[in-house]
Structures are given as C-alpha cells and as structure tokens.
C-alpha cells in the first residue's frame, strides 16, 4: 500500500523551529518528488517546496525561502521539512504530497500524508 | 500572476451537475489538477490535468481548460461530493500553486 505517513503535533513557541517528517512506503522513494504543503486553520492551500529524494536538490517557495529546510534519509525512506523562526501565523496543519507525472511532462499530487498540525503559541 | 482564484461557493442539487472553475493567468502555460478535502481529512486528488481521473474516482468527476480558465464538473452530483474542492497548477517558476477553493453544497 502506497502511504506517506507523518509524525504527530507540535506546540512551538515563538521564534523556535520544528521539523517534520514524512514516511514514505509502497513505492520507489527516489523516484518521486516530495512536496510540502501547508493549510492554516480555515484557509486553503499553500506550496512551500520539494525535495528531489534522488539527490536531495530542493526548491523552495520565496516566502519561506530564508526559513525552510527540506531534507531526506534514504536508508529509512523519510523526507523532512524543517521551519524556522515560527511565528503565529505559522499555525497550520502541515502535508507532505507526491507527485505523479500522469502524461510525462506534468505532474499533480496522487498521495498526501495525513497532516501533521503545528500550532505556534507563546 | 500566479493566483488561482476560485468561486467560494456553489450549490447544487442532489443529481444534478455543478461546474467549479478556476481562473489563473497559469492555466494558459500548465493544466489544473483538482483535489476533494472533507473537514478534517487531507485533500484527495479526483483530476489529474484537464481529464485524467485517478483510479477509483467516478467517471461523474471531469474536466475541462480553456485560456486562462479550468473546469471541474460533477455530474449527477452525490450527497458524498460535498466537500471543499482546490485547483492546482504552477506558478510562473514552474512550481506548485493552489486556488482559493470552492464549498460544494449538495442540496
């Protein structure tokens, strides 16, 4: 069974950081591009970056280009994304996401982990 | 722009067909995809493109692009397909970007 599963809710404080991390399981790791999606409470979605499991080459979106860092473990099948400098309005339920190439040259999300939700309160 | 906007809301009778759109300058270069989220669960995916259906999806899940606009249709809508629905794309940079997201009520 194709799966990512997350690791569980965290309470940060202020300024501090957390990292996340996504087991991936039924599948090749290395040959899909893992995504990092947020959603904060009530509002939709937001990307903020890939890592290539292959080689550990990342892109990151502008707005979270200074704070995030992704990164993988291969021998274990587990990607992370780490978040810096949290602020309140980090507060949101964080997903890791696959990408499927359904025509070859264009991709979308076909699995997502559970969510993991980071509430960021002084 | 590398916003997806999407109407906040539509409503549609139980049977009947419901489009969502999707509008983004984007959509011109790339195709939508389209997720389903119900409250408390992640989003899954019910098109992959302008018509590629993941597997188990019903065949009343379809779409559709014209310029700067993609298209989800539900038709013969079920009480099950009330959810919240979000388009994706890519940004001008070649990366993720997702709509605003549609309410789905089926009456």
């Known amino acids: 069974q194709v799966q990512l599963v997350q690791s569980g809710a965290e309470v940060k404080k202020p300024g501090a950081s957390v990292k996340v991390s996504c087991k991936a399981s039924?599948?090749?790791?290395?040959?899909?591009?893992i995504h990092w999606v947020r959603q904060a409470p009530g509002q939709g979605h937001e990307w903020m970056g890939r890592?290539?499991?292959?080689?550990?080459?990342?892109n990151s979106a502008q707005k979270f280009h200074h704070r995030v860092t992704m990164t993988r473990d291969t021998s274990i099948t587990t990607a992370y994304m780490e978040l810096s400098g949290l602020r309140s309005d980090d507060t949101a339920i964080y997903y890791c996401?696959?990408?499927?190439?359904?025509?070859?040259?264009?991709?979308?999300?076909?699995?997502w982990g559970q969510g993991t939700m980071v509430t960021v309160s002084s | 722009s590398s916003e997806l906007t999407q109407d906040p809301a539509v409503s549609v009778a139980l049977g009947q067909t419901v489009r969502v759109t999707c509008q983004g300058d984007s959509l011109r270069t790339y195709y939508g995809s389209w997720y389903q989220q119900k409250p408390g669960q992640a989003p899954v995916p019910v098109l992959y493109g302008n018509n590629f259906r993941p597997s188990g999806i019903p065949d009343r899940f379809s779409g559709s692009s014209s310029g700067v606009t993609a298209s989800l249709t539900i038709s013969g809508a079920q009480a099950q397909d009330e959810a919240d629905y979000y388009c994706?794309?890519?940004?001008?940079?070649?990366?993720?970007?997702f709509g605003t997201g549609t309410k789905v009520t089926v009456l």
């Open positions: 890592i290539n499991p292959n080689n550990g080459d990342t």
């Open positions: 039924g599948y090749t790791f290395i040959g899909h591009y």
């Open positions: 994706s794309s890519r940004d001008s940079g070649g990366f993720g970007v």
């Open positions: 996401a696959r990408a499927y190439y359904y025509d070859g040259s264009d991709y979308a999300f076909d699995i």
